[in-house]
């Protein structure tokens, strides 16, 4: 069985994911201190509906990069590069780490290959921008949007 | 939904009440009030957005079995003149472009199915690569890739998956015209590497099934279906090529609609003209992913005979037919008394060619186009055929499914995939699946009843029902 789905009990640093409701697909939600903590753990909560991350291992490391401006039109950015990227590299991710230098944001993300006698969960086709909202939320940020299933 | 926003008007179709002032076109969804209250809100609040785009040609329609999606509601069907200024909506077509149901009638009777049900089951699991992370045999050079795109089913036909007969039962005959490889991203074509030929996860199932009843004879003879025949249906799209294409163009047509001044009531609905640059691109890349969807399910049509082949050695297995249900495409349609050329989306929803149609197969003129309501994997599916009023309708488009009747985080909650799977077993249905939980979020209890979702679409007048087809294995991605 894949990750449950309900708030995280991270206790490494304030923040954490959970899930709204979503007729179709899933709506994710990341919070954190900073907008980058933020993302790391909408990700989380993304890649969490593919596979269960407490039975991943971090076998290897893949980096993404993109350019924006606009910071509600980041996070699908940074959700699809990693959608992508996983996919490329057939692998299911579980940590994540992202920076940003003024529009240029860099990502590295931590996981492995996918191996047959692996649980499956759902595949994630991508971040829309349904709900997709990014704000400060209670001292930190919160970012949030529906992701297509 | 609360149906006080709604007013009747006429059989099984309903007007989104217009507020004061409101500058919009109509908005109609179709269906029964037992149906409609199934909805969430949000379903209208999307179809009334899409009420707004540009170029919008008659009302924004909702399928009996809508749900909310995201842009477009899922079941959302909407036409856009290019004359007028009329919009392409990356949303409104959706990640899993071309996502559709390749239907298989088969030579076999349930009875010879039933002894070796489960070795089938397996051969199936087995032999259609199915589920996240999990890829397929074939593996093509960008040229071939290139070609796939171009090619869409018949590129797949001369592969030798299949035969060349069978494409006049694939919608486009197998390949959309206007397809441009060069618009799709490098990314595009490398996620799509080892996945020409899978079958994916989430609501894509391939699944084995019975005809349990006719509800038209004519129709079932010329579709070639009588009680008791076994039929393949498999459901999915254009994989990460077409996930990939969406999710770029969401973000490029969202600009694109900034600059060009078009006020989104909903980023998701990010769209350009037609007639622009960004729109005509987009155009050329979805093109390429409808074509990648119709080779994809070409392969696995041809997969599937090859395990039916191995078990039962006489089985014929020829495609009924294919349809797609996330695309737009410009299509020739009467409005005021003048043939025009509309773009029509169809997000969730299904063409559906009325009896005569000239676009239709010879074999099926006289009964209209075969149109498949895929139900959940414990209650079952129904054939239908376009009617005459469809195309008035609404613009010849009908149902695609039972429709989510409840979230994936409240299906989790509610039931546990092994539970299921036992359960099914004792019902005769076989699932099997790299994904329990997959399974919970597609729980039968998680969709509307598709016994309603058909009896609307035939009230309604957009397709009536043919067969009701009964599951008997399921492979679950």
């Not at chain 2, 989430?202 to 009588?226: P, S």
Request: aromatic share 6%; proline share 4%; glycine share 12%.
């Amino acid at each position: 069985m894949a990750a449950p789905v309900k708030t995280s009990q991270r206790e490494d640093r304030a923040g954490g994911f959970a899930y709204f409701h979503h007729d179709a697909d899933v709506g994710i939600i990341g919070r954190g201190a900073t907008v980058e903590r933020a993302f790391e753990s909408a990700a989380e909560a993304a890649f969490a509906v593919t596979a269960d991350p407490r039975s991943l291992r971090e076998t290897q490391e893949v980096s993404v990069s993109f350019v924006e401006d606009d910071l509600e039109l980041a996070l699908p950015q940074w959700l699809n590069a990693l959608i992508g990227a996983a996919r490329e590299r057939g692998m299911a991710l579980r940590r994540f780490a992202l920076s940003r230098e003024g529009s240029r944001w860099i990502g590295r993300a931590w996981g492995e290959p996918w191996r047959a006698d692996m649980e499956r969960g759902t595949e994630v086709k991508g971040a829309t921008l349904t709900m997709l909202s990014v704000r400060r939320s209670g001292g930190g940020w919160e970012a949030r949007c529906v992701v297509d299933v | 939904m609360d149906l006080e926003r709604l007013e009747p008007a006429g059989p099984w179709t309903w007007r989104v009440r217009r507020e004061s002032g409101a500058a919009r076109a109509e908005a109609i969804l179709y269906g029964d009030g037992g149906l409609l209250r199934t909805m969430d809100n949000k379903v209208l609040e999307q179809l009334t957005n899409v009420a707004r785009l540009p170029g919008l040609v008659g009302p924004a329609l909702a399928m009996p079995d809508a749900h909310w999606g995201y842009g477009f509601p899922i079941g959302g069907v909407a036409a856009f003149d290019p004359e007028r200024g009329g919009i392409i909506s990356a949303g409104g077509v959706g990640f899993d472009i071309s996502c559709g149901i390749r239907c298989l009638r088969t030579n076999l009777a349930s009875e010879q199915i039933a002894p070796l049900a489960p070795k089938l089951a397996d051969g199936l699991y087995r032999d259609i690569p199915a589920g996240v992370g999990v890829e397929g045999d074939l593996r093509l050079s960008a040229g071939e890739l290139d070609a796939v795109l171009l090619g869409g089913a018949r590129w797949a036909v001369q592969r030798g998956f299949g035969k060349d007969s069978e494409l006049e039962y694939v919608e486009e005959h197998g390949r959309i015209a206007g397809a441009r490889p060069e618009n799709v991203s490098a990314l595009a074509k490398k996620r799509q590497r080892g996945e020409m030929g899978t079958l994916g996860s989430g609501n894509h199932y391939l699944e084995v099934q019975v005809v349990e009843r006719i509800h038209n004879g004519a129709a079932a003879e010329a579709y070639g279906l009588r009680t008791g025949q076994i039929i393949v249906s498999i459901h999915c799209g254009s994989r990460g090529l077409g996930h990939q294409i969406g999710t770029e163009f969401l973000i490029t047509l969202a600009k694109a609609a900034g600059r060009l001044g078009i006020d989104l009531p909903d980023r998701e609905l990010a769209c350009a003209p037609v007639r622009s640059p960004e729109g005509e691109q987009y155009i050329g890349a979805m093109n390429a992913a409808i074509n990648c969807a119709l080779a994809n399910r070409q392969i696995l049509a041809h997969l599937t005979r090859r395990t039916f082949a191995h078990f039962f050695p006489g089985a014929r297995l020829e495609t009924l037919f294919d349809v797609s249900h996330n695309t737009c495409k410009p299509e020739r349609h009467e409005t005021n008394g003048k043939s025009r050329l509309l773009w029509v989306h169809r997000k969730g929803a299904t063409r559906a060619l009325a009896p005569g149609h000239p676009g239709l197969p010879q074999r099926y003129r006289d009964a209209g186009q075969p149109v498949v309501i895929g139900g959940s994997m414990g209650t079952g599916s129904y054939v239908l055929a376009g009617m005459d009023s469809s195309e008035a309708r609404a613009w010849g488009s009908a149902s695609h499914g039972a429709g989510r009747a409840m979230s994936r985080h409240q299906a989790l909650k509610q039931w546990q995939g092994r539970q299921l799977v036992d359960a099914l077993r004792e019902r005769g249905i076989l699932v099997r699946t790299r994904s329990m939980r997959g399974v919970a979020e597609e729980a039968p209890g998680a969709y509307k009843d598709v016994d309603r979702v058909a009896e609307a679409t035939e009230g309604a007048g957009l397709a009536s029902r043919v067969a009701f087809l009964r599951p008997l294995v399921c492979v679950k991605g």
